[in-house]
């Protein structure tokens, strides 16, 4: 598993729960350390001398109207339950001297830089590898893994990019891990000629006929809305009536906090609803998910890290569920956050249409981004309020 720097945490912990926005980098490289890199420090134990050179792994450079090539490109893909591991060979140049016993790995948005705001994330190696002089360190395809935590939810499905006239085609796009690898740097902005002068894939030039104007749409909202998009971001996007060029809003613009009778399970996908039984998430009686950020709503302060490298967030206001009209079945004993719009069942981008009537339908409705266990398991009776008092939930990434 990686591990996160301090720095990337952070922005990342900001960015999830509408603090600051976190830019998606423009290249990665990757480096190599004879111990713990520490993902506090800034880039500790890393070989130095003897032809050693961080080697790019990602180009996220997009060369918009070029008549041949994005120019970008990544060395990564997606593996078991959306995690990602290496779709081609990484080669190191050849040592002219003895690199050491290699046991570390790093990743940095700079070729050079050591700065920690450059530091993104690092891990170890199964197995200490000696280079010596004349040798060439080389990771050959699917033996380097990225494991996103546990927690994180996967999603459903994967997205099929292509030139479709349906419409509101990505509204209901969840894939959690894949858009989280995206907004990282990981995978590259689709590219490709559709209409127009150039090449870029989301152009804003008027392709004429309404089904061509609803492709461009389209091409427009895939990136932004299959990002891990900020909240509130917004986006140029052929209007698929008009054709001329409009500003649009991504489609995710909440949080809700759901409440389950038992744990989720790792790599979780959907989660049931019901009244009844000793799993899944509550349904009935009252309950209802609390938005817990919208438009005008943020329940949570400004996230910290501590002196053990621990970034959390917790909330500045209370977290009321709504006063039981009957017993809830079981206890409360982990929670997930839901990410998508508020509606009704007519909204395929709905993250409160969590019922069983819906569930089969609503992706953004059963597939949490995160979950995670409650410090004390809560029972809600009849008339019971169930409330989240300040500072008593608190959200971590370790």
Request: negative net charge; glycine residues 12%.
């Amino acid at each position: 598993m990686a591990i996160l720097s301090d720095n990337l945490e952070l922005a990342l912990i900001k960015h999830l729960f509408k603090k600051a926005e976190l830019s998606i980098p423009t290249g990665m490289w990757l480096g190599l350390h004879t111990g713990d890199p520490l993902d506090g420090n800034t880039g500790s134990n890393e070989i130095s001398g003897n032809g050693y050179a961080r080697v790019q792994v990602v180009d996220n450079d997009h060369n918009a109207f070029h008549i041949s090539s994005s120019g970008m490109f990544s060395k990564f893909g997606f593996d078991t339950n959306d995690n990602l591991t290496n779709s081609s060979a990484i080669d190191f140049t050849e040592a002219t001297g003895s690199w050491g016993t290699v046991s570390h790995w790093s990743l940095w948005t700079d070729a050079t830089n050591t700065g920690s705001s450059y530091f993104l994330m690092s891990g170890s190696l199964n197995s200490g590898v000696g280079v010596a002089s004349g040798d060439q360190f080389r990771i050959a395809s699917g033996q380097f893994d990225i494991t996103f935590p546990n927690r994180w939810g996967v999603g459903s499905g994967s997205v099929s990019i292509n030139q479709s006239t349906a419409s509101n085609l990505y509204e209901s796009t969840t894939e959690w891990r894949r858009q989280l690898a995206r907004r990282l740097g990981f995978i590259n902005e689709p590219w490709g000629p559709f209409h127009g002068d150039g090449y870029d894939w989301a152009s804003t030039y008027d392709p004429g006929s309404s089904a061509n104007r609803t492709i461009s749409m389209n091409r427009n909202r895939a990136w932004p809305n299959i990002s891990l998009p900020y909240f509130g971001s917004t986006f140029q996007s052929v209007n698929d009536s008009t054709g001329s060029a409009s500003t649009t809003t991504v489609f995710d613009n909440r949080l809700y906090l759901g409440l389950y009778r038992s744990d989720p399970g790792n790599n979780a996908t959907a989660v049931a609803a019901s009244a009844s039984g000793s799993t899944g998430e509550f349904d009935g009686n009252g309950y209802a998910r609390q938005e817990i950020i919208g438009s005008s709503t943020n329940v949570f302060g400004t996230p910290t890290t501590d002196g053990n490298g621990v970034t959390s967030i917790t909330n500045t206001s209370a977290i009321a569920f709504p006063e039981a009209t009957g017993n809830w079945t079981g206890s409360a004993t982990h929670w997930g956050i839901y990410r998508g719009q508020f509606g009704t069942t007519s909204s395929t981008g709905s993250a409160t249409q969590y019922n069983s009537s819906a569930s089969a339908i609503y992706n953004k409705s059963k597939d949490p981004l995160i979950t995670g266990a409650l410090t004390t398991s809560r029972s809600v009776n009849s008339g019971d309020i169930l409330r989240f008092g300040i500072g008593d939930f608190v959200i971590k990434l370790d």
